[in-house]
């Protein structure tokens, strides 16, 4: 998670004699400021108040222009904001009720001593609380802070942020009531025991941010163990996209993905789902590649995970580095680390080479230098073309699993939703900066929804009774 592009709000008063606003825009331009926004608070023959929006690069940047404009003669800094920090103030979510209570008939019917009839109902057939209870339209957002994207390890409090900006994701994209839980737990199988005493009150888990490897475990576990959809968004939902995208890009330069050489590098979390992702679309020559070089199935490696990697992908025993399985390559997909794919290795690839540089803050290889080298450019990044993003997917493929009351989230469904994404495009407009819908596409979660409850009831893990038209 990157900490470029700052935005702060600097109130100054200005003495009119001593100090230009001239001064103080020439300062914020030295430091690489951007200005967007001047507004005059308090005004007078002598002096002005005003509030200035300053979009900053970095932290250091944004101390050397506040250093710079206090050593102004005239200049007084009255109040320093972080306009990042200001819509964080109390949390970004807050529960309200569905309806008031107004006088004595209606408390006894929302509580006492009438909501004992309905309490009755519901332990006598568990089912009911689907239709009684807030089960049936809501998600927990659970992590337990050990691999937040772009930070890594954080406390379970510092998580929260992000877990409660997916909540109001879900609820503005898909009307999904959403809770965000960071769990002080880092056993594994404690966390599984947490996750699952919590079934009675949510219709679905999304979990995110966690470890990987043990995020495997976790998901395998509440999957087989949980009759509610478990989707651990990190691995699936980045996948879900990449291979969105991935079709929409070999639509334009004509290529069969069977018949694509397909080099995924980095093989953690989200490089194994894309990877299986892939798999199941059709995909049959997939190398992985790590720190280690290729992966390969005559190795055993410390995690089971690479053990399955190279027991199902890597056909031709190709070995060594990036610079040398990417030869011939058609499509790379970067899940790794900054600049670690070079031009020179770009052009060992095969015609209209497709690359899908997603790490994050800074992508395998800067779009400015590889656009020339390439034909279909994506990154995780929201300044670029092509942005391989999670919202596009979870809110969606939640709203589908709910509304027909999935007991799973399973390959089919996954799939579905890739091709749902992919086909919010229209050929006519599809092109190379346009292989990837943008996140506030008001098609894509209609489109996902629909295609997610007609894999769930055609693989038969939706339990709601379908509508016979």
Same mark, same amino acid.
């Given at each position: 998670?990157?900490?470029?592009?700052?935005?702060?709000?600097?109130?100054?008063?200005?003495?009119?004699?001593?100090?230009?606003?001239?001064?103080?825009?020439?300062?914020?331009?030295?430091?690489?400021?951007?200005?967007?926004?001047?507004?005059?608070?308090?005004?007078?023959?002598?002096?002005?108040?005003?509030?200035?929006?300053?979009?900053?690069?970095?932290?250091?940047?944004?101390?050397?222009?506040?250093?710079?404009?206090?050593?102004?003669?005239?200049?007084?800094?009255?109040?320093?904001?972080?306009?990042?920090?200001? !819509?964080?103030?109390?949390?970004?979510?807050?529960?309200?009720?569905?309806?008031?209570?107004?006088?004595?008939?209606?408390?006894?019917?929302?509580?006492?001593?009438?909501?004992? #009839?309905?309490?009755?109902?519901?332990?006598?057939?568990?089912?009911?609380?689907?239709?009684?209870?807030?089960?049936?339209?809501?998600?927990?957002?659970?992590?337990?802070?050990?691999?937040?994207?772009?930070?890594?390890?954080?406390?379970?409090?510092?998580?929260?942020?992000?877990?409660?900006?997916?909540?109001?994701?879900?609820?503005?994209?898909?009307?999904?009531?959403?809770?965000?839980?960071? =769990?002080?737990?880092?056993?594994?199988?404690?966390?599984?025991?947490?996750?699952?005493?919590?079934?009675?009150?949510?219709?679905?888990?999304?979990?995110?941010?966690?470890?990987?490897? #043990?995020?495997?475990?976790?998901?395998?576990?509440?999957?087989?163990?949980?009759?509610?959809?478990?989707?651990?968004?990190?691995?699936?939902?980045?996948?879900?996209?990449?291979?969105?995208?991935?079709?929409?890009?070999?639509?334009?330069?004509?290529?069969?993905?069977?018949?694509?050489?397909?080099?995924?590098?980095?093989?953690?979390?989200?490089?194994?789902?894309? @990877?299986?992702?892939? =798999?199941?679309?059709?995909?049959?020559?997939?190398?992985?590649?790590?720190?280690?070089?290729?992966? @390969?199935?005559?190795?055993?490696?410390?995690?089971?995970?690479?053990?399955?990697?190279?027991?199902?992908?890597?056909?031709?025993?190709?070995?060594?580095?990036?610079?040398?399985?990417?030869?011939?390559?058609?499509?790379?997909?970067?899940?790794?680390?900054?600049?670690?794919?070079?031009?020179?290795?770009?052009?060992?690839?095969?015609?209209?080479?497709?690359?899908?540089?997603?790490?994050?803050?800074?992508?395998?290889?800067?779009?400015?230098?590889?656009?020339?080298? !390439?034909?279909?450019?994506? @990154?995780?990044?929201?300044?670029?073309?092509?942005?391989?993003?999670?919202?596009?997917?979870?809110?969606?493929?939640?709203?589908?699993?709910?509304?027909?009351?999935?007991?799973?989230?399973?390959?089919?469904?996954?799939?579905?939703?890739?091709?749902?994404?992919?086909?919010?495009?229209?050929?006519?407009? =599809?092109?190379?900066?346009?292989?990837?819908?943008?996140?506030?596409?008001?098609?894509?979660?209609?489109?996902?929804?629909?295609?997610? !409850?007609?894999?769930?009831?055609?693989?038969? !893990?939706?339990?709601?009774?379908?509508?016979?038209?």
């Amino acid at each position: 998670m990157t900490q470029s592009n700052m935005h702060i709000i600097l109130r100054l008063e200005i003495n009119k004699q001593n100090s230009s606003f001239g001064e103080i825009a020439t300062i914020i331009s030295n430091a690489k400021g951007d200005l967007t926004a001047i507004d005059v608070i308090k005004e007078s023959p002598e002096t002005t108040v005003r509030d200035l929006t300053i979009k900053v690069g970095n932290k250091d940047g944004q101390e050397t222009m506040i250093q710079s404009i206090k050593e102004l003669d005239g200049v007084v800094i009255q109040h320093i904001s972080d306009r990042t920090f200001l !819509v964080h103030l109390g949390g970004k979510i807050e529960v309200r009720p569905t309806l008031s209570i107004d006088n004595r008939e209606e408390l006894s019917h929302v509580y006492t001593p009438e909501v004992a #009839r309905v309490c009755t109902a519901i332990d006598e057939d568990p089912s009911l609380a689907h239709n009684l209870t807030i089960k049936r339209n809501a998600v927990a957002v659970i992590s337990d802070g050990s691999a937040v994207l772009g930070l890594g390890k954080l406390k379970p409090e510092a998580a929260m942020p992000v877990m409660e900006g997916k909540a109001m994701l879900f609820k503005q994209l898909a009307d999904i009531n959403a809770y965000p839980l960071c =769990l002080d737990e880092e056993n594994a199988e404690n966390l599984i025991q947490i996750i699952k005493s919590l079934r009675p009150t949510f219709g679905g888990i999304n979990l995110e941010d966690i470890s990987s490897p #043990r995020c495997f475990e976790i998901e395998a576990r509440l999957k087989e163990e949980l009759d509610i959809p478990i989707f651990h968004d990190d691995q699936h939902g980045t996948a879900i996209v990449v291979l969105a995208g991935i079709l929409n890009a070999i639509k334009l330069v004509r290529k069969d993905l069977r018949h694509c050489k397909i080099v995924v590098c980095g093989i953690g979390a989200a490089g194994i789902s894309i @990877t299986q992702m892939l =798999l199941k679309a059709g995909a049959e020559n997939i190398v992985g590649v790590d720190k280690e070089g290729a992966i @390969t199935k005559d190795v055993q490696y410390e995690n089971p995970m690479w053990i399955w990697y190279g027991e199902n992908t890597n056909p031709n025993h190709e070995r060594g580095a990036l610079p040398t399985v990417i030869e011939d390559a058609d499509i790379f997909i970067g899940v790794a680390a900054a600049n670690i794919l070079r031009v020179e290795d770009i052009k060992k690839m095969a015609d209209d080479p497709i690359v899908f540089a997603l790490a994050n803050p800074d992508p395998e290889i800067a779009p400015e230098i590889a656009n020339p080298y !390439v034909r279909v450019m994506a @990154t995780g990044r929201s300044d670029f073309p092509n942005q391989v993003n999670n919202v596009l997917c979870f809110p969606g493929i939640f709203r589908g699993a709910l509304d027909c009351k999935a007991s799973t989230i399973n390959d089919e469904m996954k799939l579905a939703a890739a091709k749902a994404i992919a086909d919010s495009i229209p050929e006519d407009e =599809l092109n190379e900066d346009y292989i990837i819908p943008g996140v506030f596409n008001k098609n894509v979660v209609p489109n996902i929804k629909e295609a997610v !409850v007609e894999a769930a009831y055609a693989t038969g !893990v939706a339990q709601n009774k379908k509508d016979i038209e």
